[in-house]
């Protein structure tokens, strides 16, 4: 019997670790290890966060779902990894510690025979100053990164609408909270979910709402932007942006590095280098990822941090490193396997593998600070790269180490992305697109870097029902309910 350890249980981690142990049965074991004991389904969280769903509507216990797959479930964080194993054995094996489970605070060294690396991201908050620290999120803004941010957030939303129907204006500033930032959508969803709900409380002209986002131009989502097709037009994403906060009165300021936050105040640098600073009532500004820290030691106890992951934490797959300047990249930069090229049973999935580079082209202002979107690596992709994983994982483990490893290349990969604008039956509102391929493939498709026959999307209520379903059709899936596996990731 051979033994798969997973790290995280998240989309990737968690449709890893579950496709395993289906394609493996009861010959080989499967081990997840991840500090929580829910799994949440994060893209509703911005709903979570107007009170518009609860936290219980967003999360499940882990521990029945893989009690019922046959996973041995690990309430704990990895702290490091010893891919060599260590003196007087050879058998490699992750240190974890626990968070629950009745062992806060007990460490374990877990062997394993392959290892996925799907931990997501450490939420950056210390990355800019007052936006919080090491410990989470500051004392002055909110977050819908995790079900207890988002219900934190409501929580000083509802405050807000109270003080408008009291008769006192509010200023809301919603974006990236540092100028290396991904995850703009979730943001994006979020100011224009907290606009709907203003509009519903009747207090809409009481509130003047600011968007602040890294990116050079509306609409560049940390993918360069795109071109969709709309009603038989090539439209750019950044009319399609523009026009959703013109028509909503939403201003936004863009190409800015949140440098600092304090009460009611939030300084950023744009890149022409000016500085400048945003007042608020409310602000929601959305971290940059990192790493979550794990370090690797080789047998001898000598750190190997640096061989296994790269600078920013996350660890190295089969990518091109060096492809150097913007003008050399190419979309064959981008992994296939997300096999660490040093330790062949070792891989990575979701947000925990090192891209090549970013996808958006890099910039950075006069005075030398980087201001640009970091490559996404959530939702869709994620779940397909961490089947894919799993697919290699469960060959090697059953025909050996010759077999095939299977590909999910971003830059041969579609996406789907449906991006709420407002919830409501009748009232609700999203973006739905689809993009083809997630990296652009400028050799393949010259113009756009992208196939316009399968990037398209459209806004409307079809769209929001759309993302409705998704939201019970996804979370249905992830507790392994019959036909789970007929869902497409």
């Not at 863009?254 to 007042?279: C, F, P």
């Not at 890099?362 to 790269?385: A, Q």
């Not at 095939?404 to 609700?428: D, N, P, R, W, Y």
Request: aromatic share 10%.
């Amino acid at each position: 019997m051979a033994r798969l350890v997973v790290l995280g249980g998240g989309v990737a981690g968690h449709t890893a670790a579950t496709f395993a142990a289906k394609w493996l049965g009861s010959e080989h074991e499967v081990v997840v290890v991840t500090p929580n004991a829910k799994w949440n389904w994060i893209p509703s969280n911005i709903w979570v966060g107007v009170g518009e769903m609860s936290k219980e509507d967003v999360t499940f216990d882990l521990a029945p779902v893989y009690q019922k797959a046959g996973i041995n479930y690990k309430q704990a964080k990895a702290v490091s990894i010893n891919p060599e194993g260590k003196e007087g054995s050879d058998k490699p094996f992750v240190t974890v510690e626990f968070t629950g489970q009745g062992k806060v605070g007990e460490t374990e060294e877990v062997q394993y025979d392959y290892l996925i690396n799907a931990t997501g991201p450490k939420l950056n908050f210390a990355a800019t100053p007052g936006l919080g620290d090491a410990n989470g999120l500051g004392e002055f803004t909110v977050s819908v990164c995790t079900a207890d941010h988002a219900v934190h957030a409501n929580e000083e939303f509802q405050k807000t609408i109270e003080k408008m129907k009291k008769g006192e204006r509010q200023k809301f500033l919603i974006g990236t909270g540092h100028g290396m930032c991904t995850c703009q959508g979730a943001a994006f969803e979020y100011i224009f979910n907290i606009e709907h709900e203003l509009r519903k409380a009747g207090v809409r002209d009481m509130a003047d709402l600011q968007w602040i986002s890294n990116e050079s131009f509306l609409g560049d989502f940390g993918v360069g932007g795109l071109h969709m097709k709309a009603m038989g037009f090539a439209v750019s994403s950044r009319i399609f942006a523009e026009s959703l906060f013109a028509e909503r009165n939403v201003e936004w300021t863009i190409g800015a590095h949140v440098n600092k936050v304090e009460k009611g105040k939030a300084h950023y640098e744009l890149l022409d280098g000016s500085m400048g600073e945003h007042e608020f009532d409310f602000a929601m500004l959305i971290p940059p990822f990192a790493g979550v820290g794990i370090k690797a030691y080789d047998k001898a106890g000598e750190d190997i941090t640096a061989t296994v992951f790269a600078p920013n934490g996350f660890m190295k797959v089969d990518a091109n490193y060096a492809a150097g300047a913007y003008e050399n990249w190419k979309a064959s930069d981008w992994p296939r396997t997300y096999q660490n090229p040093t330790y062949k049973n070792m891989f990575a999935a979701g947000i925990a593998f090192a891209p090549p580079h970013g996808i958006s082209k890099p910039m950075s202002s006069p005075n030398g600070t980087p201001i640009n979107p970091t490559p996404p690596r959530t939702g869709m992709p994620s779940g397909i790269i961490g089947k894919a994983v799993a697919h290699s994982v469960c060959d090697l483990m059953t025909k050996g180490e010759s077999a095939h490893l299977h590909e999910a290349s971003m830059a041969e990969m579609g996406a789907a992305c449906v991006a709420s604008a407002g919830k409501g039956i009748f009232t609700g509102t999203a973006a739905a697109m689809t993009i083809y391929p997630v990296v652009p493939d400028f050799e393949k498709y010259p113009g756009t870097g992208r196939d316009t026959d399968y990037t398209f999307g459209e806004i409307g209520l079809a769209g929001h029902w759309i993302k409705h379903i998704l939201h019970h059709l996804f979370i249905y899936k992830a507790k392994l309910n019959p036909g789970w596996t007929l869902i497409p990731e």
